[in-house]
């Protein structure tokens, strides 16, 4: 072993804001992203399990085109692909506020929404077809079952897998450092570009990850401890 | 929009990106095949880490699972990108730094696959082993794998699809998979849209056949 560690680089330097910034940003796209990715899930999700032919069809299209291609990918696309097809006062107006970020986000958020809709749709369908029944028979429409009562427990049944995808979000979150969003990954690379001194920065941003992954699966299992419904957990982990 | 460039590509972008065979190491399936078919002995290890009585072995097994689980995968392929010449001093080129990171990533995902695998096998099973006599070694050779690596087939199609998709990420350490041949290809033609979606179908025609060849193989296991 030929290597000499020198930890101080991390506690020198611009080292710890570029990691605080780094970690913002991740934070901030990863947020932003789940937020769309949730939306997109519930209505790709639902209408999966609807009785109603061409939304199906138009849900089961985006869920199985999106999540059967790689993030990468995806970002590529929608930050050098998409953009020279918009008219030209909308791409400077991308270019100007910041357009790998939002690109990112999206390109996340839409990834990661038909990865969702999958969860919420084992969810809804393992909610007994009587709720159902019982919400339409008093006088529901469909659309007021889902949102009143289906997509309500559905959310509640599927904290566990759901947290298990948001963290998977927040990983693929540092795929975004191609399109060159200043990311945690990102700035751990331009920690290791400024001091050569890679093994000491890829152990910070390691870290920050894992602890950022512990504290979020520990929160989060307080929460569904307080919206489990007795009796229908067991039912959705037993598949 | 002008997808002659697709055309005008197409042997670079097919044999060279995606299968790798041509001027330089690279290729998406030259990846993807070795890391699993490699990976797959070290996730058999894990799996039955982590099922292991001996406490310290299972603990070192769920370190491993739970620590490779919780970093992005971008980090790994840095890690190794960065340790290798580091720490041993040696170099290696992209493919063998990809590889390597493919192996170490996956095998903690195929160690939970076995592991879930082992369990899926009916407990009367392993007792009935013992009433025959068999030691424990034993009866995990020749009675629980082989019912576990049968029941665990469709999960490993489907992990198989998860590590075609992420051998996209070794493009950014420079290695030539099918991602990265469309980025060359795309810095002389400069057409991303085309380039993008066509590189965007070829990974969903691979990934969707094997989905679908994976739910019709858990169809006729459950059925079987």
């Known amino acids: ?239 | 929009m002008d997808f002659q460039v697709i055309l005008n590509n197409f042997g670079f972008l097919f044999f060279q990106g995606f299968l790798g065979f041509g001027d330089f190491a690279g290729g998406t399936l030259r990846l993807a095949i070795p890391a699993i078919v490699l990976a797959f002995p070290l996730g058999i290890i894990i799996g039955l880490g982590r099922l292991a009585r001996t406490r310290w072995i299972s603990f070192l097994a769920t370190i491993y699972v739970e620590f490779f689980r919780g970093v992005p995968l971008v980090m790994v392929i840095f890690w190794f990108w960065f340790i290798i010449p580091n720490l041993l001093g040696v170099s290696l080129p992209e493919y063998g730094v990809a590889l390597t990171a493919f192996v170490v990533f996956e095998a903690a995902y195929l160690g939970e696959i076995v592991r879930a695998g082992i369990q899926s096998v009916a407990r009367g099973q392993v007792e009935a082993a013992a009433a025959t006599g068999l030691s424990h070694t034993n009866t995990m050779r020749h009675i629980v794998l082989p019912q576990a690596l049968r029941n665990m087939i469709p999960a490993l199609v489907t992990q198989f699809i998860v590590l075609l998709k992420d051998t996209s990420l070794a493009s950014i350490i420079g290695y030539i998979d099918l991602t990265k041949a469309a980025q060359i290809v795309n810095n002389r033609e400069i057409r991303p849209f085309e380039l993008y979606l066509f590189i965007a179908v070829v990974y969903w025609l691979c990934s969707y056949g094997m989905s679908r060849y994976a739910g019709s193989l858990e169809r006729r296991l459950s059925a079987g």
């Not at chain 1, 101080?8 to 934070?27: D, P, R, Y």
């Not at chain 1, 390109?107 to 749709?121: K, M, N």
């Not at chain 1, 009587?130 to 919400?135: K, M, R």
């Not at chain 1, 979150?173 to 399109?179: C, G, P, Y």
Request: include cysteine.
């Open chain 1, 1 to 239: 072993m030929s290597y000499q560690f020198d930890w101080s680089v991390l506690f020198s330097g611009q080292s710890g804001s570029w990691l605080l910034q780094g970690l913002i940003t991740t934070l901030q796209i990863s947020a932003l992203a789940w937020l769309l990715a949730l939306v997109l899930g519930i209505f790709a999700g639902s209408f999966r399990t609807l009785p109603i032919g061409p939304l199906r069809w138009a849900a089961s299209c985006y869920v199985e085109f999106f999540r059967n291609v790689p993030l990468l990918v995806w970002m590529f696309f929608w930050y050098f692909g998409v953009p020279p097809l918009l008219p030209q006062a909308v791409q400077d107006w991308l270019f100007d506020h910041g357009a790998e970020f939002w690109a990112g986000m999206f390109a996340l958020g839409v990834y990661h929404g038909a990865r969702f809709s999958e969860v919420i749709r084992a969810g809804i369908q393992s909610i007994p077809s009587t709720q159902f029944e019982a919400a339409v028979s008093t006088g529901l429409t469909i659309a007021q079952t889902y949102r009143l009562i289906i997509i309500p427990i559905a959310l509640r049944l599927i904290i566990p897998p759901a947290t298990n995808e948001s963290l998977n979000l927040l990983k693929n979150s540092s795929v975004a450092l191609t399109i060159g969003v200043a990311e945690l990954t990102f700035q751990t690379r331009q920690i290791e570009t400024y001091t050569a001194r890679a093994i000491e920065a890829l152990t910070a941003g390691t870290l920050i990850y894992l602890l950022l992954c512990l504290c979020i699966a520990a929160l989060v299992s307080r929460l569904e401890r307080r919206f489990a419904i007795p009796g229908m957990i067991v039912q959705m982990r037993a598949e």
